[in-house]
């Protein structure tokens, strides 16, 4: 399957009446024959690039983006090609070529596999593809399957909508693996029960190391560091 970008130099010689609407360096999917349509009808490739030049009015304006969603239906394409099964076919098929379509791109050969962040695109195009399919009454199924929520966002409960293809990410605070030098004393204090002063807390409610009060409790000995040396979380991994 070829892809070409669309360039309008020279139309005029085309025999137009007027200048093609389709953007400049819109990519442009080809089977190998060239043809867009057969005895079975219009093919997949006619789809995906009616659904391309939506783009640039859909929030897709930058022609990388147009570049990266038409290499994405493409490898799609092609490997439903490979394993024999209709771009608008049917969902349990579907789903099974996603399954081995993820496999194959996350954790097959070296030179087809993708970083995440790749996959994560993979999956935004072909999901904006369906959707579109869907809504021109080309597709009845698809080959995600979105799972639904509720989560509170300023005080109100609102519905979520998470595509199961795509990869989860790790949360930004198991990140957090050292603590400032400043916080870290106060934080070693705390756990011994002391406020901020040094002094005994009399609301501190935890087990104080010595068993007795004034016995002169060891602030928090497993966060003690060799001078130099940064001040880790206990319990968190690092790299």
Known sequence: ???????????????????????????????????????????????????????PSSGAPSPNSWRAYALAARDWLMHLRRHRVAVFGGRQELVAALGTYADRRLSGPLDERLESS?????????????????????????????ATGRRMVQGRLVETRRNRARLRRPKPHVKVQYLESDFAGLFRLGLAGLGPDGLEDASF?????????????DPAPGLDRPAGHRNRLPGVGGT
């Open 1 to 55: 399957m070829l892809v070409h970008f669309f360039s309008s130099e020279g139309w005029q010689s085309w025999g137009l009446d007027g200048e093609p609407l389709i953007p400049e360096r819109m990519p442009v999917l080809f089977d190998g024959d060239f043809l867009f349509e057969d005895e079975g009808g219009p093919r997949a490739v006619r789809a995906v690039n009616a659904w391309l030049r939506t783009l």
């Open 118 to 146: 790749s996959w994560e695109l993979q999956v935004t195009a072909l999901s904006r593809f369906y959707d579109w399919v869907q809504d021109e009454g080309l597709a009845v199924a698809v080959p995600f399957t979105v």
């Open 205 to 217: 409610r935890g087990r104080r190391r010595g068993g007795q009060r004034g016995s002169g409790p």
